[in-house]
């Protein structure tokens, strides 16, 4: 064999191990980064979880304070809670279908909570079925 030959062949050596170890990095970076993907997914969802109970821990107060109350400052707070409660709700539903084997009995019940507190008694009676 000549040189040239030899300095060829581990070039192509070379060149073969470089492409494997880029192949065998991605795979790793993948999995990395979907895991990371589901980490912070789920860290959303416990915020929503936590926002859900402050709006309706919120709301109650306002209940107890001004029962029955139609002033218009009244209302037009039931109406912004009723709105953000619909709108956590609704992001914490696409939460919990991104992650279902993270998602909690807990996470499932305040879902079907506000959706129920919300008026949406199809989607409360399917987050109470998965939370049971």
Do not use: C, W
């Amino acid at each position: 064999m000549e040189t040239r030959d030899i300095i060829t062949a581990i070039t192509a050596i070379i060149a073969v191990l470089a492409f494997i170890f880029s192949i065998v990095n991605a795979f790793f970076t993948f999995r990395q980064r979907a895991s990371e993907d589901r980490r912070v997914t789920r860290k959303a969802l416990t915020d929503v979880v936590a926002e859900l109970t402050r709006v309706s821990i919120a709301y109650n107060e306002l209940e107890l304070q001004y029962p029955g109350s139609v002033s218009h400052n009244v209302l037009n707070l039931r109406r912004n809670y009723n709105s953000q409660r619909r709108y956590l709700a609704n992001h914490g539903e696409f939460q919990a279908a991104e992650i279902p084997e993270l998602t909690s009995d807990i996470d499932y019940m305040s879902l079907a909570y506000a959706f129920e507190s919300g008026g949406d008694y199809v989607k409360a009676q399917k987050f109470y079925e998965v939370a049971v």
